[in-house]
């Protein structure tokens, strides 16, 4: 790589004043979207679980674990939702997308009793389809399974192929899964995390594992020979190249020796970053005090993958906090890139509930990725999801507003004594495990799933109706060395007929499955325009396989590179 150019590119963009947000209306499918106005809350989220048919389906679930992917080819994102399954509860169950409705999948063997924390739907055979890996604790005394792998047949009939193919021990309590090519061989490998309470599901190493694609659907737990730290729990998990070397890297968040980052050498082995620990180092981390989520994204424009992360901790009613922002300021000859915690400057205000989920996505399509999280707050039961909407730069730096937390007075001073259980029948605020993203009907815009950990309470269905800009949805079918599904594909999108000019760079970021916490994305990479209409494409592809390029591409469609 030259080390070089990317260091020139570090301030290319300090000149830059604060931009002007514009934003333009696009026609919406479905419904006309309701009023939303509280203090300037700029996103609109519909709550379409019934009329979208998730409910009743997904009621009375203690909801830990979700994931989209289209499993038979049609275009539209199906999706497994993934539960904790002691008695009075429901089991885990898919659902299938008919056209931005969904329908109970009848298959059984989807209806997995477990403790799942960990959802990915992922083509490990590269045959053109879907298939799906469940991280999951097991209980063996309770009849609660632990991480298990579906082969998909073909047009989402899936068959258990969990016994002896290496990426499911059995005492293995797997938590956050990630998708990637550790080792350029062309097979997407698994990362899964695993659960860091001591004696939790009978497994004493409490080690996050590597487990590597030997090709026919066959793994191999190739953790150590990689360079993966033993004894690092990971409840989170996230991958992707931080350093422009074409090579994955990897987050673990965590607590009890958690949040570290792993750099990839470039030959499918791994070494501590040296920021880590301490960079990433959060206080008073035990217990109930856990950080959960982790998810990369280029907030300022610069070409580089930031990285934020989100808390679970105990009472943050009574001690707010923020999830964090650190940005990707270039990195050294050796490749060790240098991060900084611009968490206070950037404007992300503490959160008075638990926040384990991150995203970095454009949910306005103003053309500036937003963070989102899996907090909700409500008023006259309407949903405001807590996302900090992206203001822009101001000199140089990336800017963030929070409006949601101030639709209703949570928390009082008499919510500082309640519980988790409390606020939930108060119905002011509540959080969930997950929270994936994606466009489940196809206009556009990124919704929510948010399936609820109390079975008393809805899961959450939101659909994006915030006025917004132009947008594109980008996948990348690979092939010659390259996944099929284009995963560490890196997508970067400039104004016509400026293609390759960083300063006018408008949009980066990488095609990943599996990140933020116990979420599964689709392998589409949203980009949001704002104004523009005619953009030039670079993706780049992953371990140095070359760049695919498309010149004045029009707005607001899905483009698929081969």
């Known amino acids: 790589m030259n080390h070089n150019r990317h260091r020139s590119l570090l301030f290319q963009r300090v000149l830059l004043g604060l931009n002007a947000l514009i ?29 979208a048919g998730v409910l009743p389906a997904a009621a009375g679930i203690k909801g830990h674990g979700a994931g989209w992917g289209d499993v038979d080819g049609d275009g539209w994102i199906d999706l497994f939702v993934g539960t904790f399954h002691p008695p009075g509860t429901r089991p885990s169950l898919f659902l299938r997308n008919r056209h931005g409705r969904f329908e109970p999948d009848g298959q059984e063997i989807l209806r997995i009793s477990g403790r799942v924390t960990g959802v990915v739907f992922v083509d490990l055979d590269n ?22 792998l579906f082969r998909n047949n073909g047009k989402g009939a899936f068959t258990n192929i969990t016994d002896n193919n290496g990426a499911c021990p059995p005492a293995f309590g797997g938590r956050s899964v990630a998708a990637l090519d550790y080792n350029g061989d062309g097979l997407l490998d698994l990362f899964v995390g695993e659960d860091p309470l001591p004696g939790y599901n009978g497994s004493t190493t409490k080690s996050s594992r590597l487990f590597r694609n030997l090709g026919g659907l066959q793994f191999e737990d190739a ?48 070494r501590r970053a040296p920021e880590t620990p301490g960079l990433f180092a959060w206080e008073n981390i035990g217990g109930d005090n856990m950080i959960c989520g982790v998810s990369f994204g280029d907030v300022n424009r610069d070409g580089r993958l930031d990285m934020v992360i989100g808390p679970h901790f105990k009472a943050p009613w009574q001690n707010p906090m923020p999830v964090r922002l650190y940005v990707n300021r270039g990195y050294d000859a050796s490749g060790n890139p240098r991060f900084e915690n611009v968490t206070a400057t950037a404007g992300l205000t503490p959160i008075p509930m638990k926040a384990p989920h991150v995203e970095i996505q454009d949910f306005d399509n103003d053309g500036w990725p937003d963070i989102g999280t899996s907090t909700v707050k409500f008023r006259d039961g309407t949903p405001f999801p807590v996302i900090f909407k992206h203001l822009g730069l101001k000199a140089g730096e990336p800017i963030f507003r929070d409006d949601a937390l101030a639709v209703n007075d949570f928390p009082t001073a008499a919510d500082a004594n309640g519980k988790s259980d409390f606020f939930v029948a108060q119905g002011k605020i509540i959080y969930m495990a997950p929270g994936p993203t994606g466009d489940y009907d196809n206009d556009g815009k990124l919704d929510m799933f948010l399936p609820n950990w109390w079975p008393q309470s809805r899961s959450l269905l939101l659909h994006n109706e915030s006025p917004g800009g132009n ?27 400026k293609l390759r000019t960083e300063a006018a760079l408008l949009w980066c970021s990488e095609i990943s499955v599996g990140h933020g916490y116990a979420s599964g994305q689709s392998a589409i990479a949203h980009i949001g325009l704002g104004a523009q209409t005619l953009v030039d494409i670079d993706v780049i592809l992953p371990h140095g396989k070359g760049t695919l390029t498309k010149r004045s591409v029009k707005a607001n469609q899905r483009l698929t590179f081969e």
């Open 127 to 148: 045959d053109g389809d879907l298939d799906l890996y469940v991280g999951s604790m097991p209980q063996p005394k309770n009849g609660l399974v632990g991480c298990q």
């Open 223 to 270: 953790s150590r020979a990689a360079g993966i730290p033993e004894g690092i729990p990971g409840l989170g998990v996230a991958a992707a190249d931080l350093n422009e070397d074409g090579w994955p890297d990897i987050f673990l968040a965590s607590s009890g020796g958690g949040n570290v980052l792993l750099l990839n050498d470039g030959r499918g082995r791994f």
């Open 23 to 51: 934003l333009f209306t696009v026609p919406l499918a479905g419904a006309a979207p309701v009023s939303a106005k509280s203090g300037g809350y700029p996103f609109v989220f519909r709550d379409v679980g019934d009329s």
């Open 471 to 497: 947008w594109l949805q980008i996948q990348v079918k690979g092939s010659n060395g390259v996944n099929a599904m284009g995963i560490g594909a890196r997508v970067k999108v400039y104004p016509a007929g």
